[in-house]
């Protein structure tokens, strides 16, 4: 069965420290896809990338970037330079295509992280 | 739409009461999803739709919660005959195809009192 783990509930940092949002999640398939969402209190669920479990490079967008390694079946998240803003919960998530008829991409979200960015 | 809108943003029932929460999703959007997030933990997936094609409710917790498509475009989810464990943000999403990023509603949050 699909599960996805964040073992940090709450992190709390100063701003302009650097961050990671650990993620590591387990699956039975060889083809699925790794997500992050940004939560802020507003509610909605904000999507900040997606990830194929055939493409292992590391990526960067801005001050965010996401390390996957399938060794360890992680995905983590780091934040550079934090900021304010960034407070919000962040739900790392998994989609099995293939266990899941090949048409539902339906999401197996972690508890989330609550990160709490002070001045 | 912008985005996908869900309405009521929030939602009081009394126990024993039905209520229906809606989901306008991104026009042209195939794919419709609805989750169920309790305080303090990640979304649950309830319900699939493709189209008007409900393609899997493995998720709905039990045969009180329906959920509906007609047209392809708007749904409905409806919860008959309240409980208080069914108190939680219900969140709605879509996506051009199954396999693009789903964006997420603001959720409507259903307290049953």
């Known amino acids: 069965a699909q599960k996805v783990t964040q073992a940090q509930t709450e992190i709390s940092v100063v701003e302009k420290e650097d961050v990671t949002l650990d993620c590591v999640y387990e699956t039975r398939d060889t083809t699925y896809y790794l997500f992050w969402y940004k939560q802020p209190p507003s509610g909605e669920l904000v999507f900040l990338i997606r990830r194929n479990s055939f493409d292992e490079q590391n990526e960067i967008s801005g001050r965010y970037s996401w390390n996957f390694q399938k060794s360890t079946s992680s995905f983590n998240f780091t934040i550079t330079a934090s900021q304010v803003v960034d407070s919000a919960v962040y739900f790392c998530?998994?989609?099995?295509?293939?266990?899941?008829?090949?048409?539902?991409?339906?999401?197996?979200f972690g508890k989330g992280t609550l990160l709490t960015v002070n001045p | 739409g912008a985005g996908v809108s869900q309405s009521p943003r929030y939602k009081v029932a009394k126990r024993g009461q039905d209520v229906a929460l809606r989901c306008d999703p991104i026009?042209?959007?195939?794919?419709l999803f609805w989750y169920q997030q309790a305080l303090g933990q990640g979304p649950e997936f309830l319900t699939y739709f493709q189209n008007e094609a409900q393609l899997d409710k493995s998720g709905l917790p039990s045969d009180r919660f329906f959920a509906e498509r007609p047209e392809g475009s708007v749904s409905t989810l409806k919860i008959q005959r309240t409980q208080q464990e069914d108190s939680a943000v219900y969140l709605c999403?879509?996506?051009?195809?199954?396999?693009?990023?789903?964006?997420f509603g603001q959720g409507t949050r259903l307290t049953v009192v």
């Open positions: 999403a879509s996506s051009q195809r199954g396999n693009t990023e789903a964006f």
């Open positions: 998530a998994l989609s099995e295509p293939k266990n899941s008829g090949g048409s539902n991409y339906k999401l197996t």
């Open positions: 026009s042209g959007h195939v794919s």
